[in-house]
């Protein structure tokens, strides 16, 4: 089976800190990595993409990968009270070759930005 | 334009009823997929179609069926309802990267 593994948390830091979020993922034929953001009683939506090993930086938000550790991680630089949320990391599976065919994603981490 | 759209949001029925939830898409996308994310947010594929061609089935139960008259529609069928079927049900699409949901169907059995 499969599996993308994260601390359930919650991780509480204050703001203007650096949050990390942290995964691993069994599949070492996944190529594609994922980082969603979900609000209490809204859909996921998508706040990184990474493809290849290392840093990737989009903002105040830091993905980096590691392959050969199957592990992926999130940095959120100067926190905020608004980026309290739930973060799921999520890991593609190849179906018939296709890398696009199936995400699993992890139980997700609760992030609370302490004011 | 809302680009993943979810009908109806909110759906409460009485355990053996059947239902369906419908879900469209305006991005153009080529894959639609329909997850289940239980009380304890885990969210889980359950389907997807590919153009119309059904690729993956998980685990579900037979009462669970999915259609997809077109690749911008994918609606899900649930039969004989059960407790254990209340969840947040979201439909999502994807042409290459990450996925694009919809607002979700919270499903509560009765």
């Known amino acids: 089976q499969k599996e993308v593994e994260q601390n359930s948390g919650p991780l509480s830091v204050p703001e203007g800190a650096i949050a990390s979020l942290n995964c691993t993922y069994s599949?070492?034929?996944?190529?594609?990595f994922f980082w969603y953001r979900q609000y209490s009683g809204k859909s996921p939506e998508l706040i990184m993409s990474?493809?290849?090993?290392g840093d990737k930086e989009d903002g105040r938000f830091t993905a980096q990968l590691n392959k050969a550790s199957q592990y992926v991680s999130l940095l959120i630089r100067d926190s905020q009270p608004s980026d309290s949320a739930t973060y799921l990391c999520?890991?593609?599976?190849?179906?018939?070759?296709?890398?696009?065919?199936?995400?699993?994603f992890g139980k997700g981490t609760r992030l609370h930005i302490l004011p | 334009d809302t680009a993943v759209s979810q009908t109806p949001k909110y759906l409460v029925t009485q355990m053996g009823n059947d239902k369906s939830i419908k879900c469209e898409q305006n991005?153009?996308?080529?894959?639609m997929y329909w997850y289940k994310q239980d009380s304890k947010k885990f969210l889980k594929i359950m389907f997807s179609?590919?153009?119309?061609?059904?690729?993956i089935n998980e685990t579900v139960p037979n009462r669970f069926s999915p259609k997809s008259p077109d690749k911008a529609h994918l609606n899900l069928h649930i039969n004989s309802l059960e407790l254990g079927d209340s969840a947040v049900y979201f439909c999502?699409?994807?042409?290459?990267?990450?996925?694009?949901f919809g607002s979700g169907t919270r499903l509560t059995v009765v």
């Open positions: 999502a699409s994807s042409q290459q990267g990450g996925y694009t």
């Open positions: 599949d070492r034929g996944s190529q594609s």
């Open positions: 990474i493809y290849s090993n």
């Open positions: 999520a890991v593609n599976s190849m179906v018939r070759g296709n890398r696009d065919d199936k995400i699993i």
């Open positions: 991005l153009g996308h080529d894959t």
């Open positions: 179609y590919n153009n119309k061609e059904l690729i």
